[in-house]
């Protein structure tokens, strides 16, 4: 594959648990951005940017409309928004229906991330409860890109990666140990 | 070695009592959570803790309901209550509730270990 220039976490159900141990081992000096969509409620966003800025020493933000997507910051899908990359390397929010149940939606984010980064777009699917971000997983594959998923077995919810790796070429089954070091080699 | 102080939180939103478990867990905080105000009296005795969140909207006896039994309670009134609540009167709510405090949300760690140690 070419030089990553984004890679993108998409989780629902039990994948905190598995940022949280992730977090801590990122290199400070990546050379792409990450981009984290998991699905949650409203009215606990503050404390999730915050909880997950307090495991690393990268920037963690909120993304916000239009803002353009900088190498080596971790950017966190906002409640209640589908988000969208852009061909011109911005993220759009959008407040259309639910996809898969769900907004933010895992697919939308992978599909739009695998038309603009193609084979320089890694993405990662963590542990959930519904088959968000399987679609994803195909697009990144048919514009040549990385699938990689949290190994089921390693999963507290492990129907969403396990619906992956039945639907799609995985290219990478990540026990929650291997995530980090794997980002890393990507730099 | 000391105990723990223990935090006992009510809310029906599965990620807040996610966020506070790990958040309060890493501040060295026992805590415990619900996500039903039902049965709130052999809830709490079954933890006794030092302090209590309340959500306003909860499942069947709201938030409002559970605290005033609490607070009716011989013993279990002297434990401290916060409401919390993203209806903007939340202030109020405590208030009709018999709540010792109240807490915005979203709220951010900060204000989460603040208003626990202003209270315990």
Known sequence: MKKCEAFIIGGSAGSLEVLLKVFPVIDSAISFPIIIVIHRKQGNDSMLADLLSSRTSLPVKEVDEKEKILPGTIYIAPSDYHLLIEQDHTFSLDYSEKV?????????????????????????????????????????????????????????????????????????????????????LLS | MSMSKKVFVFDDNADILELCTIILEDAGYDIKTSSTSNNIIDQVLSFIPDIIFMDNWLPDVGGIDATKELKQHATLKNIPVIYFSANNDVKALAEQAGADGYLSKPFDIQELEDIIIKHI
């Open chain 1, 100 to 184: 898969n149940y769900s907004r933010p939606s895992i697919d939308v984010t992978f599909q739009t991330a695998a038309e603009v980064y193609k084979d320089g777009l890694v993405c990662l699917l963590l542990s959930g409860s519904n088959s968000d971000g399987v679609n994803g997983l195909k697009s990144v594959k048919l514009w040549d890109g990385i699938a990689a998923i949290q190994n089921p077995d390693t999963a507290q919810v492990s129907y969403m990666p396990a619906q992956a790796q039945q639907h799609v070429k995985i290219d990478k089954v990540l026990n929650i140990e291997e995530i980090g070091g794997f980002l890393n």
